[in-house]
């Protein structure tokens, strides 16, 4: 599968974004996704995960009561909305995929990932 993420941009503390990810190649409801963040300097961070077929969710405390992670298998695409954002959310975020679902919070697990997009709050 291939992914690509977008809906990234410049916003102020207490905004809301949501973004996007695209995936083409093999049948999106085989996967599992996962969006994780990356800030300069630190290791990628898992943000949120959900189900197949969209039944169940996980997410970090950190951004948990704060950002919803949804798909829609018809038009193969993820979504990560994101509210109340704080100056600490400002990170590349990735999409990713995997079949299994068994460690969702790790990053090696996962088999693909999109080129990720700029996230930038500011205070």
């Known amino acids: 599968v291939q992914l690509q993420a977008s809906g990234g941009g410049l916003v102020q503390a207490g905004d809301s974004l949501r973004l996007s990810c695209a995936a083409s190649?093999?049948?999106?409801?085989?996967?599992?996704m996962g969006w994780f963040r990356q800030a300069p300097g630190l290791e990628r961070e898992f943000v949120a995960a959900i189900t197949w077929r969209g039944t169940r969710t996980h997410y970090s405390d950190s951004v948990k009561g704060r950002f919803t992670t949804s798909r829609d298998n018809a038009k193969n695409t993820l979504y990560l909305q994101m509210n109340s954002l704080k100056p600490e959310d400002t990170a590349v975020y990735y999409c990713?995929?995997?079949?299994?679902?068994?460690?969702?919070?790790?990053?090696?697990?996962?088999?693909?990932w999109g080129q990720g997009t700029q996230v930038t709050v500011s205070s």
């Open positions: 990713a995929a995997e079949i299994d679902g068994s460690a969702y919070s790790t990053p090696r697990e996962y088999d693909a």
């Open positions: 190649g093999r049948t999106f409801s085989m996967y599992y």
